[in-house]
Structures are given as C-alpha cells and as structure tokens.
C-alpha cells in the first residue's frame, strides 16, 4: 500500500491506463495532438468529455468562431474565416 501512496503523492487529477487502443485511433488522435499543437493527453480528455458530457460541447463548437479552435484544418479555419470577412459591415 504504500508505493500506492508514494505513487500518487502530486496528482491532483484521476488517471486511467488504456489497453488495447487500435492502430488507426491511435494514429488519428496523434495526428490531432500534432496539428492542435496540444498534448495527446489533452486530446484523449476532450475526445472522452466530447463522448460523455454532450452539454459541454456547445462551448467548444464556437471555438472555431473566435479563431482559436484546435479542430479543423487550417483550410477549414481559413474558409470560416474569408466567409465571416464576406459578409456585409453596413447593414442598418
């Protein structure tokens, strides 16, 4: 019990050890961690928070909108972006 306690003494957070992931998640959560320039970590939370806590999505899918959406690629991002630079400025 006690490398129990030595082992988790300065986690604050739960931990899990994942078994089994396939080839090609594994691959495409890499490459999301690469090109989001965030931690694979920090990508297998939010996939899981995505999978499992829907409300908490609203706030995410308007990431995108204020420019700094870790989603998409950044044709996608410049696509959204030339289509808000469209629209009208003098509407009444």
Known sequence: MQAE?????GMESIQYTV??????????????ARAS???LNAVVVGALEEARLPA???HD???WFVGSAPRGSRDEQEASQ???DALPTDVP
């Open 56 to 58: 908490k999505r609203v």
């Open 37 to 39: 320039g965030r931690s």
């Open 5 to 9: 306690t030595i082992y988790t003494v």
């Open 61 to 63: 899918d308007l990431d």
């Open 82 to 84: 030339q289509w808000l």
């Open 19 to 32: 078994r089994g992931v396939p080839a090609e998640l594994d691959a495409e959560l890499r490459r999301e």
